[in-house]
T-cell receptor, first 114, second 111 residues
Framework: DQQVKQNSPSLSVQEGRISILNCDYTNSMFDYFLWYKKYPAEGPTFLISISSIKDKNEDGRFTVFLNKSAKHLSLHIVPSQPGDSAVYFCAASARGGSNYKLTFGKGTLLTVNP | GAGVSQSPSNKVTEKGKDVELRCDPISGHTALYWYRQRLGQGLEFLIYFQGNSAPDKSGLPSDRFSAERTGESVSTLTIQRTQQEDSAVYLC?????????FGPGTRLTVL
């Protein structure tokens, strides 16, 4: 059973426009959410995170929104740039102790067209 | 650089052989994680180390998989009697708190 779901395998947007990547989760114990970006042949790179006590976190062009009641989060990239083209993974953890193992979605391939 | 490194970057092996994958975490990071990514899938958690102990091995798919960590540093993931379904990218991450830093991964192909 997939506890973290990214239902869109791919997304294509025009440079300068907004990219919105979505993620749903099922495990109520998750209390920390992260977005990672991955280029081919490289490991995932941390992008932005949000704790379940917040509903929004912003870092430059990247904003993550969390809707706990809907068990849904989204990543907004504004404005999108061609260099943002990569696979984006949503991940979640339940920080009960010191084990912050992450549960990942399958990823969304974002293509930003010049 | 001071990032997480993994070796080898690629490994091709024959079914039934044993393989060892190595991870060098960021210096000072006490937590170390192994994940794998099979084709078209997300990353799957395998095992977590805190220091040299592994309090969570729940993601290891079978007893053919084992891992150890020494000196609160280097970790080795060993797969015995490899099978074709073991083919994947194996990723290591280290952390000091919430954020995990990933290595580039080892692409394992079992023929």
């Amino acid at each position: 059973d997939q506890q973290v779901k990214q239902n869109s395998p791919s997304l294509s947007v025009q440079e300068g426009r907004i990219s919105i990547l979505n993620c749903d989760y099922t495990n109520s114990m998750f209390d920390y959410f992260l977005w990672y970006k991955k280029y081919p042949a490289e490991g995932p790179t941390f992008l932005i995170s949000i704790s379940s006590i917040k509903d929004k976190n912003e870092d430059g062009r990247f904003t993550v929104f969390l809707n706990k009641s809907a068990k849904h989060l989204s990543l907004h990239i504004v404005p999108s740039q061609p260099g943002d083209s990569a696979v984006y993974f949503c991940a979640a953890s339940a920080r009960g102790g010191s084990n912050y193992k992450l549960t990942f979605g399958k990823g969304t391939l974002l293509t930003v067209n010049p | 650089g001071a990032g997480v490194s993994q070796s080898p970057s690629n490994k091709v092996t024959e079914k039934g052989k044993d393989v060892e994958l190595r991870c060098d975490p960021i210096s000072g990071h006490t937590a170390l994680y192994w994940y794998r990514q099979r084709l078209g899938q997300g990353l799957e958690f395998l095992i977590y180390f805190q220091g040299n102990s592994a309090p969570d091995k729940s993601g290891l798919p079978s007893d053919r998989f084992s891992a150890e960590r020494t000196g609160e540093s280097v970790s080795t993931l060993t797969i015995q009697r490899t099978q074709q379904e073991d083919s994947a990218v194996y990723l290591c991450a280290s952390s000091q708190n919430n954020e995990q830093f990933f290595g580039p991964g080892t692409r394992l192909t079992v023929l």
